[in-house]
């Protein structure tokens, strides 16, 4: 087993990773580049805690090899917020209190992430079938899902400046 | 009654933390030179260790260690329990392992491949004893012991036939109650073990320095029981235990006690000289923690107008491997059942019996699940059966404002001096359509639609007046900083559900500044005062309390010195906040012009070296007081798969001055998430063979009911009750436990309105749905013999 | 319990991406046995941590171009490694008459269990993981599908059917690799229907069934029936399907038709439900399905 090196784009950052081909793309995130908000949950793809976007798409991150991801855009909650400035999708999960121990926080605002970059006005439905691998086991969804269609409203908002004002 | 804080929400303070991925738990946690630490766990349920083979795990370079090489001080990971109460049964590692999934050996090794490899590469030779997984085989005549004896006070005391607590209270003379009774229901009900599944598996990091210390970064609900614990088992002077609180990832009480992993962790690292990372695996974490299984057995007799006259309670408890908190457990089932009724005669008998499983503990309501779920459905029974409204006849029996109440068990007497229960069942059947609801049985075709209903508790705390068999107070520490910001410093955790936010909340609506001016200090061992764990549904009554007492001691400090300053009497003088100076202002209404911020004082003070204005106060509340919820549940199942749809749910909660009311509305939206698991879903079966979990501790068996099998928003209605708890701070009392103890109930007698079956065994599975409705089809051309029979029953009962 | 670890991948072996068909050919050519391809990993990584596989090399689909897309020339032609969430929405989104009447396949991919899944996975993986519960396959058996295998040297093509020989073994030879998976044009007046019932929505089904009937007017011109998890491979209801083929389709025989399909198959009790639960839902699956598909044709 050799290690191998590979080049990606990590939140918007260039990267070289030197890596052994077992290693996890969790694992590599988060012992070597401290990057600890996307979370080990099961292991086996069962809970969504390790979501993060691969190439723009939502990636279980705990059954992806780090080696396989040379070239690849990786996007994990921590470069969410751009320039100092929540995402809407961060907004509005803090503006409904959508958590509670908040594990799972990130890999929601992930997927949520991911939705509305698939549809940007989402119904409930369409929003709980998005989340449906999202496990929590704290809040009962409501406020999640609440935020998740508040944060569809508030980008939509973000993106038109009201006359108004 | 109006507040300037409470009841308003605010985003939280861990919020940017946790929305941007930065909020640091356990597992997160890296320290330079750190180290990873695995278990070796054993694959047998019930097994004696002859030897373990280190060599090959030592030359990869690992640290190893073995029974032999750990304290061999038994200890009980939950310090609740005052000392003669507390079973000690466990050591740091084992020599003979009592369930699958038990740690036998650890190793720490720079990299976890290394640590993986090394622990792959230890030989262990095992003796196998017969093992079993089920109460009854435990308890048979020539069973192994699972434990031969167990520490308690101090003293080595026997434990036979695998029984590892009774107990039995008794309240008035049942025999003579049930002759008082025109009808006797008798009927046993079972509950199903469930695992907590929090979203973090259990955690630890220790760092050991060169003088002799540690510093623990655990997942636990309680630092300071933790830093004893570690401090007793390593003989560590307590000085030299600094446990962090860090972020927890869901507890629901899997981490009341010190995790069975921290001893590992700190004993791996005090050998290793690095600081050493243990992060359980899910599979490790499953077979870690599980809800205590229940078999309850009740008896009621009433009378003809549906007085109870007496009750007997039987309850058998499946403890597994390790005894944690069982004798505490047979107590508050004890409360759980029987406490909102009027029982004139009571008889309970617990058994708490030691099977070769996962160790059992508490689990989001303590008993109280289990309890409700028996009690709620067979009231529902017999008001059915008396063609009463459950409503009605819960109403009737129930103990009510100023009545003793004992919910924690016997030895812990609470008056009821909040009551939300009339005002939520009202509302609550209002806002289902109770009056409306199918009459049982009388549906036929495809889909069927039923209405149930549960009420329950939980207590908020476990205080009394006179010492009890739990510890049960909490400390706080405030300080005014020089800028008029204040500083709590407070060693409760928050599970998520906003305990902190909401001590924060009462220390500004005390002190009468801004929120956004109140911050929760770290904390850790060193820097607080004690307390005993979140737990119970104390965080806001008994930590919010104990927060409360200090916040009106530095608020005189305030007066006093702001009586100095503006040169007014102290009592004359009030704080409330200015959100344009975004400062508390100090004044006197009748010279409103006299005025002065509390940053301004604060820095007065620093000027003239008056000192600090701060105080500590320690609480212990005298009082344990109900916190209602009402669930009305309507469902439609679907008869040829089982299948239950929850159409509406209507959650009614008394919890009194609501503090924080999104996150209130949070506990009980998820009270019902997690309840609907209980009900319908979740069980983590044991193989009798191998005594293995069948899920192997994989999430791929191991499910819980996620978004798709909650209801859309508008279907989930929570209501709160007009309340005000007067040994409460600012009238609150806890919300947590109760969120959920109610719904199987409610489930089930939902379950009863839609298809005319009693369920009495959780969970109620699609499948088992489909079992009973064709037993029942079976049974359909002998249903008038059926009634008959029951009548027959019944008139011999009289 | 032991020895698993899922917080890491323990096990150790070389990894290949080729970049061609003939490369990772060649590469499974070269290591046999000891070899294994990846495409999604959601199953082989999972194997791996449960330490129920263990390669000494895995070879990477993802870079190989040739085995992406969807290509519609005749037959629909699957390419093996593409995901099922890009299959689900060219079935939902792109197609006309006659191949619109796939509706099942779209069915059964969506009850994959989550999104991240349906994104990661890929419908060669999937089949060739060869799991009884597999969702994709019923609806393809009900297609007559085939799949194309290929050796470096070697294609051959078979039915679907004859591709599952027991839970987790195909008829892959160690060399060959699952390139596609063509669905046949299906008959005009055709439709389909897929359902699974499981414990909870993103779970493993605890029986899965995918009908495709063809009517003539009143009459069933064609019929097929399949299931998943209710044998140790997807399977066929043939005799079931028999009883419908030139029938006037009703209710009434909808009913006894998924009777007589529960009656054929061999479920198993096992963690996820009891052979009863099984042969029961099946049942019920088949007869709604086979309504719902009816309705479709008109």
């Known amino acids: 087993m050799h290690k191998k090196t590979i080049h990606l784009t990590l939140n918007g950052e260039a990267r070289e990773w030197s890596v052994y081909p077992n290693e996890l793309l969790l694992n590599v995130l988060r012992e070597q580049e401290y990057l600890t908000g996307t979370k080990y949950g099961c292991g086996i793809g069962e809970c969504g805690a390790c979501t993060l976007h691969l190439d723009g798409a939502p990636t279980l991150s705990c059954l992806t090899l780090a080696i396989a991801c040379d070239g690849a855009d990786i996007l994990t909650i921590e470069g969410l917020a751009r320039d100092g400035k929540l995402d809407a999708t961060q907004q509005a999960f803090l503006e409904h209190s959508a958590f509670q121990c908040g594990f799972c926080t990130s890999d929601m605002i992930m997927m949520t992430r991911a939705l509305l970059n698939e549809n940007a006005q989402p119904s409930e439905a369409q929003v709980r079938d998005y989340l449906r691998g999202n496990l929590c086991r704290c809040t009962g969804y409501a406020s999640i899902v609440r935020a998740a269609l508040d944060a569809a409203a508030l980008e939509k908002q973000r993106a038109e400046p009201s006359a108004a004002s | ?636 199942v679907d008869t040829e798969t089982g299948h239950v749809t929850t159409n509406r749910a209507v959650i009614g909660s008394d919890c009194g001055t609501v503090v924080n009311p999104a996150m209130a509305i949070g506990q009980l939206e998820g009270g019902l998430s997690k309840g609907v698991g209980y009900a319908l879903v979740e069980d983590n079966q044991w193989d009798a063979q191998t005594g293995q979990l069948t899920s192997k501790g994989f999430w791929i068996d191991g499910k819980t009911p996620a978004i798709s099998e909650a209801p859309f928003n508008e279907n989930i209605i929570t209501h709160f009750s007009d309340t005000y708890e007067p040994s409460g701070p600012f009238g609150a009392k806890g919300i947590g436990e109760a969120a959920t103890n109610p719904c199987a109930a409610a489930y089930a007698n939902a379950l009863y309105n839609a298809l005319g079956i009693r369920f009495t065994e959780l969970p109620i599975t699609a499948e088992k749905i489909l079992r009973a409705l064709n037993a029942e089809e079976n049974r359909e051309a002998r249903v008038e013999m059926r009634e008959m029979e029951a009548m027959a029953v019944m008139q011999a009962a009289e | 319990m032991l020895p698993t670890n899922t917080h890491i991948l323990f096990h150790e072996f070389d990894y290949h991406a080729p970049t061609t068909l003939y490369e990772a050919t060649e590469l499974l050519a070269q290591y046999g046995d000891s070899a294994r391809p990846i495409a999604g990993g959601t199953d082989l990584l999972v194997q791996m941590k449960m330490e129920r596989r263990q390669p000494a090399h895995v070879i990477s689909l993802a870079r190989v171009n040739a085995l992406q897309g969807i290509a519609l020339n005749g037959d629909l032609t699957i390419g093996a490694t593409t995901s099922i969430r890009d299959l689900h929405q060219y079935l939902t989104s792109k197609l006309q008459p006659p191949f619109a009447s796939l509706q099942s396949l779209g069915e059964a991919c969506n009850g994959f269990s989550t999104i991240q899944i349906m994104r990661m996975a890929t419908l060669g993986g999937n089949l060739c993981n060869a799991s009884p519960a597999s969702d994709s396959a019923p609806p393809l058996l009900t297609f007559d599908a085939r799949v194309t295998l290929k050796s470096k040297t070697f294609e051959r093509v078979m039915a679907l059917e004859h591709f599952f020989i027991a839970p987790g073994k195909t008829a892959l030879q160690a060399d060959e690799l699952l390139t596609h998976i063509r669905i046949p044009r299906p008959p005009h007046q055709s439709a389909s229907a897929f359902i699974k019932i499981a414990r909870v929505a993103a779970d493993i089904s605890q029986v899965c069934a995918a009908v495709r009937l063809t009517r003539d007017g009143n009459l069933i011109h064609d019929a097929r029936i399949a299931l998943g998890s209710v044998a140790p491979t997807p399977v066929r209801a043939a005799a079931a399907e028999r009883e419908l083929i030139g029938q006037t389709f009703s209710a009434a025989l909808a009913e006894k038709i998924g009777k007589r399909a529960a009656q054929e198959i061999q479920p198993i009790s096992d963690i996820r439900a009891t052979r009863a639960y099984r042969q029961h839902i099946a049942a019920v699956i088949v007869r709604d399905a086979l309504l719902r598909a009816w309705e479709r044709t008109q």
């Open chain 2, 1 to 636: 009654m109006n507040y300037q804080i409470l009841g308003n929400n605010y985003q939280r303070k861990d919020g940017i933390g946790k929305v941007t991925g930065s909020e640091t738990y356990t597992s997160d946690v890296i320290l330079p030179r750190m180290w990873h630490a695995r278990v070796l766990r054993s694959p047998y349920a019930h097994a004696r260790i002859i030897s373990i083979d280190q060599t090959a795990a030592k030359a990869l370079g690992a640290v190893v260690l073995t029974y032999a090489d750990v304290p061999h001080l038994k200890y009980n990971e939950r310090i609740v329990s005052i000392p003669p109460h507390l079973f000690r049964d466990r050591t740091v590692l084992a020599d003979k392992a009592r369930h699958v999934g038990e740690a036998v050996a650890a190793v720490a090794a720079p990299t976890e491949q290394l640590a993986e490899k090394a622990l792959r590469a230890l030989k262990i030779e095992w003796e196998i004893l017969p093992h079993y997984t089920d109460p009854a085989d435990a308890q048979s005549e020539n069973a192994e012991p699972i434990h031969d004896a167990v520490l308690l006070n101090g003293e080595m005391k026997p434990i036979e036939n695998n029984v590892a607590v009774a107990r039995t209270v008794n309240v008035g003379n049942v025999d003579e109650g049930f002759e008082h009774a025109d009808f006797i229901f008798e009927r046993e009900y079972l509950t199903s073990r469930i695992y907590h599944a929090q979203m973090e598996t259990k955690s630890c990091v220790c760092d050991p320095a060169s003088d002799g210390s540690i510093t623990v970064y655990p997942t636990t609900q309680s630092i300071h029981n933790t830093r004893q614990l570690l401090g007793e088992i390593f003989n560590i002077p307590l000085h030299k235990v600094n446990v962090k609180r860090v972020a927890i990832g869901g507890t629901f009480g899997s981490s009341i006690q010190m995790n069975s992993i921290i001893p590992i962790c700190v004993a791996l690292a005090l050998k290793a000289k690095h600081p050493v990372k243990l992060v359980s695996t899910r599979e490790e974490d499953m077979y870690d923690h599980v809800r205590y299984q229940t078999k309850l057995k009740l008896k009621i007799g009433v009378t003809r107008d549906g007085k109870i006259t007496a009750g007997h309670i039987q309850a058998l408890a499946d403890v597994g491997g390790h005894n944690i908190q069982a004798y505490a457990l047979l107590s508050v089932l004890a409360g759980w059942s029987a406490s909102l009724y009027k029982f004139p005669h009571l008889r309970f008998e617990g058994k708490a019996v030691y099977t070769n499983k996962t160790p059992s503990c508490a689990m989001q309501g303590f008993g109280n699940p289990q309890a409700t779920f028996a009690m709620e459905s067979l009231t529902d029974e017999i008001a059915h059966e008396l063609e009463l409204d459950p409503i009605e006849f819960k109403l009737k029996n129930y103990v009510g404002l100023g009545g003793t109440f004992w919910g924690q068990g016997p030895s812990v007497q609470s008056i009821i001096r909040s009551d939300g229960v009339p005002q939520l069942l009202h509302d609550g059947a209002q806002k289902i359509g109770w009056r409306a609801r199918p009459k049982a049985g009388t549906q036929t075709g495809r889909y069927r639609h039923g209405i149930g209903m549960a009420r329950g508790f939980h207590t908020s705390g476990a205080g009394a007046p006179k010492p009890g068999e739990v510890i049960d107070y909490s400390g706080a520490f405030i300080k005014i900083n020089e800028d008029g910001t204040v500083d709590v410093v407070h060693a409760m955790m928050d599970h998520g559900g906003g305990t902190l936010e909401a001590i924060a909340k009462i220390v500004a609506e005390e002190l009468g500044v801004p929120i956004e001016n109140v911050g929760i200090s770290p904390a850790d061992t060193l820097t607080t005062v004690y307390d005993v764990v979140t737990h119970a549904t104390r965080g806001v009554y008994a930590g919010g309390g104990a927060a409360h007492k200090a916040a009106l001691k530095v608020k005189q400090q305030i007066f006093e010195y702001a009586s100095r300053v503006l040169e007014l009497q102290a009592d004359s003088l009030v704080i409330e906040p200015d959100y344009e100076l975004r400062q508390g202002v100090i004044y006197c209404p009748n010279f409103p012009e006299r005025r002065i911020t509390l940053g301004a004082l604060a820095k007065q003070l620093q000027i003239n070296s008056w000192g600090t204005m701060a105080a500590v106060e320690s609480l212990r509340q005298v009082n344990c007081p109900p916190a209602f919820v009402t669930y009305f549940i309507d469902l439609t």
